[in-house]
């Protein structure tokens, strides 16, 4: 499933200010570490309806991945509603999807408690302090997107730049980082994104001895992206997150 956002530029200044020798060590430790070449997206980038790519979003952060591909399984049997899209590497049309409007419509009937407990069956929190439950923030995400007219993957790409969504969306409790907020842009077809949470933070200190930001690290894996793709691979810097995020699980 791809939706390109095109938004390229945004990240050129800062590749051109980043550290040669740090984009260089780690695409030496890419090339020595990882399977570049055969790697294929995991099925969770291949949902049947964008508003999956939010559940799993949310609920992600901080926890094994194992733990939220339970839940959304869960919910999806609950509801009786498809996970995986019909064919990967394509947008599902419309009419094979459902809205945002739908989701919350499934969800009215409860409260973000009973959705914990009996949809989810997962009580997990956005943060240890002040966090709300997941399944409450899933809720907020979705009426953000309905607030800015987002019911489809199809309408992804116009909320890539606009930051009259990314501010709403961080100010959900939980959400500040903006780390749930890239996972979703990637979850829902963007490739130019990585999602910079500490496996990502780790591979590159493992690979230059060095730690970094959250913007650093996006700035940094855009780059090394650019630089393997020179070298003959085929790689997005979501697809290159990917192998690095399962490398790291394994590792």
């Known amino acids: 499933m791809l939706i390109s956002c095109h938004r390229k530029y945004r990240f050129v200044s800062s590749y051109i200010m980043a550290d ?16 570049l070449d055969t790697a294929e997206l995991g099925y969770e980038y291949y949902y049947a309806s964008m508003p999956l790519c939010v559940v799993d979003a949310v609920f992600s952060i901080g926890v094994r991945y194992e733990g939220v591909q ?14 995986a899209a019909k064919e990967k590497r394509t947008v599902p049309s419309i009419d094979e999807q459902l809205s945002t409007t739908d989701f919350l419509k499934l969800f009215s009937d409860k409260t973000p408690e009973q959705l914990a407990n009996e949809v ?37 790409p116009r909320l890539i730049d606009n930051y009259s969504f990314e501010f709403c969306i961080k100010a959900i409790p939980g959400q500040g980082s903006g780390i749930s907020l890239k996972y979703f842009f990637m979850l829902a077809g963007t490739d130019d994104f990585i999602k910079p949470d500490r496996m990502i933070i780790r ?15 996006q700035t940094i894996l855009y780059g090394v992206t650019s630089e393997l793709n020179k070298q003959g691979h085929n790689l997005t810097p979501k697809l290159l997150d990917n192998i690095i995020w399962n490398y790291q699980r394994t590792a």
Not at 20 to 35: E, G, M, P
Not at 203 to 217: E, I, P, R, S, V
């Open 203 to 217: 591979f590159l200190q493992d690979a230059t001895g060095q730690k970094f930001n959250l913007a650093q690290c």
């Open 70 to 83: 339970n839940t959304i399984q869960r919910l999806c049997s609950y509801y009786k509603i498809q996970q």
């Open 120 to 156: 989810y069956k997962n009580r997990q929190r956005t943060s240890t302090h002040n966090g709300i439950l997941k399944a409450e923030a899933v809720i907020r995400f979705l009426k953000v997107l309905k607030d800015f007219n987002a019911e489809y993957f199809q309408d992804i």
């Open 20 to 35: 040669v020798q740090t984009i260089s060590a780690v695409t030496k430790f890419c090339i020595d570490n990882l399977d």
